[in-house]
């Protein structure tokens, strides 16, 4: 006669295999997490980041842009992000920052978030100075996510599902992370990080 295991026996057999599954695949590090994770960036820059309605956002600062800039630096990873832009946000993803005081589009490799740009070739969906994009997508007035793969020189962006680079570039080998502020609204739920 076959013997079947009562159902909480069972669970009790396969919930550890199944935890053990899901720690294997649990390297991604949480920046932010809802109104969660201003802790884990240090501020550069005069801009209000709060956090406001289940996201981290910064609607005003000074003259110059502003940013987060995670404490931990990191070299080939897949940054998955989660965003809402006001059409007019002037904002971004920067990656291996060469110095994490001095941000900016010669400094890191900047994943653009400007729908407004008035040169829209490294516009929203192109990484400024490195891979245009044609045409240019729009981020405004929704939430979007935005992939960012670095991999050696390898540099990938898939926008909500479009991939609207993917070009090689070497003048960057890694350093920390960075979310801007330069104007408008921009609002992060969502940000995590993989390492490769």
């Known amino acids: 006669m076959k013997k079947t295991l009562p159902p909480r026996a069972l669970l009790a057999l396969l919930l550890p295999a199944a935890l053990a599954g899901c720690a294997?695949?649990?390297?991604?590090?949480?920046?932010?997490?809802?109104?969660?994770?201003?802790?884990?960036?240090?501020?550069?820059?005069?801009?209000?980041?709060?956090?406001?309605?289940?996201?981290?956002?910064?609607?005003?600062?000074g003259k110059d842009p502003?940013?987060?800039?995670?404490?931990?630096?990191?070299?080939?990873?897949?940054?998955?992000?989660?965003?809402?832009?006001?059409d007019d946000a002037n904002s971004g993803v920067f990656i291996r920052c060469r110095n994490p005081a001095e941000i900016g589009d010669e400094t890191c490799y900047e994943a653009n978030i400007f729908d407004q740009r008035p040169d829209p070739t490294y516009g929203t969906g192109a990484i400024v100075k490195v891979a245009a994009v044609s045409p240019m997508p729009k981020a405004g007035g929704k939430w979007n996510?935005?992939?960012?793969?670095?991999?050696?020189?390898?540099?990938?962006?898939?926008l909500n599902g479009v991939k609207t680079v993917d070009v090689e570039d070497g003048k960057l080998a890694s350093g920390p992370i960075a979310l801007q502020w330069g104007r408008g609204t921009i609002k992060f739920r969502k940000v995590e990080i993989t390492p490769l």
Do not use: C
Request: hydrophobic share 40%.
């Open 24 to 61: 294997s695949m649990g390297n991604s590090t949480v920046l932010v997490d809802g109104p969660r994770g201003l802790e884990n960036f240090n501020r550069v820059g005069e801009a209000n980041w709060s956090a406001v309605d289940g996201a981290i956002q910064a609607t005003a600062g």
């Open 66 to 86: 502003a940013y987060l800039v995670t404490k931990v630096s990191y070299t080939d990873f897949v940054i998955r992000a989660e965003f809402w832009a006001s």
């Open 145 to 158: 996510t935005y992939e960012i793969t670095a991999r050696g020189k390898r540099l990938t962006l898939v």
